[in-house]
């Protein structure tokens, strides 16, 4: 039913110089990511990309774009000659098939970019406008608010005509941007925040702190899948994850300081050992899932007592949203599912039942001397594991090597 | 020895039993148990689901593993029927007594069941199902081969009908084409599935109910919430593993299999079809895995007995109910002649028999044809 498929780019008009460097990134993206279909053909033109179709399932390749950053939006095309007959004839062929026969109301819109078409855009519309009128029962004209929009996009190398838009992910293409280290706990926010973070370009590094025996295998293996998925986003599938064994430390805290401050101590431990890593491995920021009040550690107090140990800025994403919005998204990127599994993570081990709202700096550092975490810091950064992880590769935190059926 | 039953069962697969062996010996904790060890075994658990899934192309299909494909039929039907009180149920008058039974126990139950008539090669008449769908209508159940003639259902043509009926949900029981026959549909078209593992040289004791994730079945079983909770109970993992073994192996098999094992039942027929006191009830559009045929002066299980002398195994009917001195169901309402269902026996085929095989057989019942 169509040819092609157009795709257009995101953000990039606020670019200048970068600017053809950005459309090589995109287009090495979709050229990369496409080619499980062999028969796919590509043209790129300044503005445009073109995937022609040759025979495979345009929702497949759909469901690709899908997971590309940088795309605007994209349009399913069919190809015609540049003449009145040719546009009108596929026209009604493709409103028939999409409105099911049902009427409706539609208009034309015409982008004129070959310009030696013999008419204006508007003259353009109206003729076609008027070819399909009497051809499509029960469909009218309605240039301000209508069911169905068909363009016509005449262009030099091609004449396409194209009815459905879809949006793409928008953003830049990853590692456009820099690196980042994405804090990691395997609840709903983190990874939310680390895919908006990742449509803006930036190359994600995910950071774990695991407290065995406290939490288990299974709420590593939970962060493993959620990265997984988020690796679908980026360019080369994959993402790299840091493991911090984390129990000693929270033991310390547990033990040593005023319950009440355990959050706020073990949270600081936690950006102590992220700035650390992003000073060794040369990453730009860090990024979090916080959002301003959600829990007692995500007040603006306890945000700002526990940034004050670290100079490494720190991106949160979430932080205006609301819990529904953060849900969307996390939905709408595949990652709820995995996220609402019931396992205990380190921030959910020790959690006081009455949590220190506001605290205060000179407190937190009181009680945090009590605890001499330096040394069991240094020794958490010093056993850090690191996986690979790749969504075309399950990684599984039980089995060494896969057992072959 | 010369064994002609294999779609009663077959011998289990070396590389198979190998692969039982080795899971039950190294992965024997419980899936559901927290510690690594289980979660090892469920690892293991998801990842042969999930390649069942590929290898049949269900995407969107629970998987339940079940004892044997009876107990698997009895959960798709039943977990369809008893989330409505009454409704009409349409199933046709030559399937497995695992779903036949079972229908004639919800007729008396007050649901509506309507068999369909079959012709005289065994198959449904899709006209007939097109008059008896309606808005009332909850399930239909139709066997994808038949495992008494081999007779190939137009499952195609049952998707589309059922697919019109939003509220009705097709059930195809796919124990003897599986790995054998090419469907000319989508298993994931299909809103539940039952496979067994024993006919495609898997261990016994493993069948699968295969079903559309949007599918919401009543129970019948009450216990934890292992298996969506529909059957509750300790899964065994190597019977699992097994059973993803043996469709890894078999389904990029079939087609080789398909032409060899056609050739044998061509060259089975060839020696005997000019007999005429050899009926075969079996068509010859019907699955190459399967010979069905009758000597009206013998009856079916004398036949066995006199074959059995001679080391050579075949079945009267199928297996499951040949225990029963009755005419057989499906060759009966194939052939419409009672001498002909009581004097039938089924030689099934497989790609482990010789050429050598089938001229033996041939030539021992064409000895006791012609006596």
Redesign the interface.
């Known amino acids: 039913m169509y040819d092609l498929i157009m795709v257009r780019y995101g953000e990039m008009t606020l670019k200048k110089k970068n600017y053809r460097q950005f459309l090589q990134k995109i287009a090495d993206n979709i050229i990369n990511k496409c080619s499980v279909y062999p028969e796919l053909t590509f043209r790129r033109t300044d503005y445009r990309f073109y995937i022609n179709l040759n025979g495979v399932d345009y929702s497949k390749v759909i469901n690709i774009l899908d997971t590309i950053v940088g795309l605007w939006s994209y349009s399913l095309c069919k190809r015609t000659e540049p003449n009145y007959e040719s546009i009108s004839e596929e026209a009604i062929k493709l409103i028939k098939e999409v409105s099911c026969g049902k009427p409706k109301t539609f208009k034309v819109a015409t982008n004129r970019g070959n310009k030696s078409f013999p008419a204006t855009s508007i003259e353009i519309s109206q003729e076609v406008a008027r070819r399909i009128l009497p051809n499509v029962e029960g469909l009218k004209v309605d240039v301000h608010n209508p069911d169905l929009t068909l363009d016509v996009d005449l262009r030099y190398e091609g004449t396409y005509i194209f009815v459905q838009t879809m949006k793409g992910l928008g953003g830049y293409p990853s590692g456009i941007a820099g690196k980042g280290l994405l804090m990691m706990s395997g609840g709903i926010d983190s990874p939310v925040a680390g895919f908006l973070t990742l449509r803006k370009g930036v190359n994600i590094t995910a950071i774990h702190y695991a407290s065995p025996p406290y939490t288990?295998?299974?709420s590593l293996?939970k962060v493993v899948d959620l990265l997984e998925v988020l690796a679908n986003y980026t360019t080369d599938g994959k993402i790299k994850l840091l493991v911090v064994p984390f129990t000693k430390i929270q033991d310390a805290i547990h033990t040593q300081a005023n319950q009440t401050y355990m959050v706020t101590l073990m949270r600081r431990a936690m950006y102590k050992i992220a700035s650390d890593i992003c000073r060794k491995q040369n990453i730009d920021i860090i990024i979090n899932g916080e959002s301003i009040g959600q829990v007692a550690s995500q007040t603006l107090e306890s945000i700002k007592v526990v940034n004050e140990v670290t100079n490494v800025p720190i991106i949160r994403p979430l932080a205006t949203y609301d819990k529904e919005e953060i849900v969307e998204v996390s939905r709408k990127i595949k990652t709820y599912d995995i996220s609402i599994r019931p396992y205990e993570d380190c921030c959910t081990v020790f959690v006081p039942e009455h949590p220190i709202i506001k605290p205060r700096i000179d407190r937190v550092i009181y009680e945090e001397n009590k605890c001499n975490l330096e040394p069991l810091i240094t020794e958490a950064i010093e056993n850090i594991e690191e996986v690979n992880l790749d969504c075309f590769k399950k990684y599984?935190?039980?089995?060494e090597e896969?057992?072959e059926? | 020895m010369r064994y002609f039953d294999y779609s009663a069962t077959t011998p289990i697969d070396k590389e198979v039993l190998d692969?039982y062996i080795k899971?039950e010996n190294n992965?024997f904790a419980n899936t559901t148990s927290?510690h690594?060890l289980g979660?090892?075994s469920?690892?293991?658990l998801e990842?042969?689901s999930a390649?069942i899934k590929d290898l049949l192309g269900v995407k969107e299909h629970n998987i339940v593993y079940t004892s044997n494909a009876t107990e698997a039929n009895n959960l798709a039907i039943y977990g369809i029927a008893k989330k409505y009180s009454h409704g009409k149920l349409i199933t046709s008058k030559i399937e497995h007594p695992s779903v036949y039974e079972v229908f004639k126990n919800l007729e008396t139950e007050g649901y509506e069941v309507v068999y369909l008539d079959v012709d005289e090669k065994g198959i449904i008449d899709s006209n007939q199902l097109r008059k008896e769908m309606n808005k009332n209508t909850i399930l239909v159940s139709i066997m994808w081969v038949n495992n008494i003639v081999g007779a190939i259902q137009p499952i195609k043509e049952v998707i589309d009908i059922v697919r019109k009926y939003p509220k009705a949900k097709l059930h195809v029981d796919a124990v003897q084409g599986v790995a054998k026959i090419n469907p000319d549909f989508g298993f994931g078209e299909i809103d539940l599935l039952t496979i067994s593992g024993h006919k495609i040289y898997g261990p016994k004791g493993i069948g699968a109910l295969i079903y559309h994730q949007n599918i919401d079945l009543s129970k019948r079983l009450y216990g934890s919430s292992a298996q969506f909770g529909v059957k509750p109970g300790t899964i065994s993992l190597a019977l699992i593993?097994s059973l993803?073994?043996a469709l890894?192996k078999f389904i990029p098999l079939w087609e080789k299999h398909y032409q060899y094992v056609f050739g044998l039942n061509r060259r089975f027929r060839n020696q005997l079809t000019n007999n005429e006191k050899i009926v075969f009830n079996s068509s010859l559009e019907a699955s190459p895995y399967i010979i069905n045929i009758s000597l009206p002066h013998v009856n079916g299980e004398t036949l066995v007995h006199i074959l059995e002398e001679k080391e050579i195994y075949v079945s009267t009917g199928s297996a499951c109910s040949s225990k029963l001195k009755k005419p057989e169901k499906t060759v009966y309402h194939i052939t419409k002649s009672e001498l002909l269902a009581t004097t039938t026996i089924r030689i099934s085929l497989s790609h482990l028999l010789l050429p050598t095989d089938i001229d033996e057989i041939a030539r021992e019942i064409g000895a006791i044809a012609n006596v």
């Open positions: 288990s295998g299974k293996q599984s935190v039980y089995q896969n057992f059926i | 692969t899971v992965y927290l690594s979660q090892k469920n690892v293991l990842q042969a390649e593993v993803c073994k890894k």
